[in-house]
């Protein structure tokens, strides 16, 4: 499936993750891959220096998975082309055009955990959005600080990981 992606320069920010082909709405576009690891070894990760923040993705409860190129390109949007289904199946939401950058909404996997995080002498993971949609939120932050109306959309669409739809089902 690798070949109906590929990383480059991205407008967005650094590199991205780009369409080879056309891929339809529904359709899988990868399964995001690199090592498995908890939240014990996500935040030695980053204070080794190994890794920068945004590059463990959430897949469970305290559960990251330490994303391999080109997964790692993949950019966030506020307003996205696709997202994470079960655990790392990464499902467009729409069509999409050969040669069209790939997103998905960063705040649908993040549900870390402040204490363990800042118990450990970290800080919790933003980052400033410029991904140039209108409806942007100016910041990527945790699901639980989506406004409501955004979370309900993404559990009713089931457009999320499992560990989220579980958790934030009650919504
Ligand atoms: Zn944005």
């Known amino acids: ?46 204070d080794n220096g190994f890794e920068k923040g945004s590059d463990p993705l959430g897949v469970d409860h305290e559960m990251y998975i330490d994303l391999d190129e080109p997964y790692r390109s993949a950019n966030h949007s506020c307003d996205p082309n696709s997202f994470l289904r079960g655990r790392n199946e990464l499902i467009a939401l729409k069509d999409i055009k050969p040669g069209e950058e790939i997103t998905f909404d960063y705040s649908t996997t993040m549900d870390d955990n402040r204490k363990k995080i800042e118990d450990s002498g970290g800080i919790l993971w933003t980052m400033k959005c410029k991904c140039g949609s209108k409806n942007c939120r100016k910041i990527v932050d945790q699901f639980r600080t989506l406004p409501l109306e955004r979370q309900r959309y993404y559990i009713k669409n089931k457009s999320a990981p499992d560990f989220i739809l579980k958790k934030f089902a009650i919504l």
């Open 1 to 46: 499936m690798v070949n109906k992606i590929k990383s480059c320069r991205s407008n967005i920010s650094g590199k991205g993750l780009f369409a080879q082909k056309e891929i339809k709405k529904g359709e899988t576009i990868c399964f995001m891959e690199g090592d498995l690891i908890d939240i014990d070894e996500m935040i030695g990760r980053i």
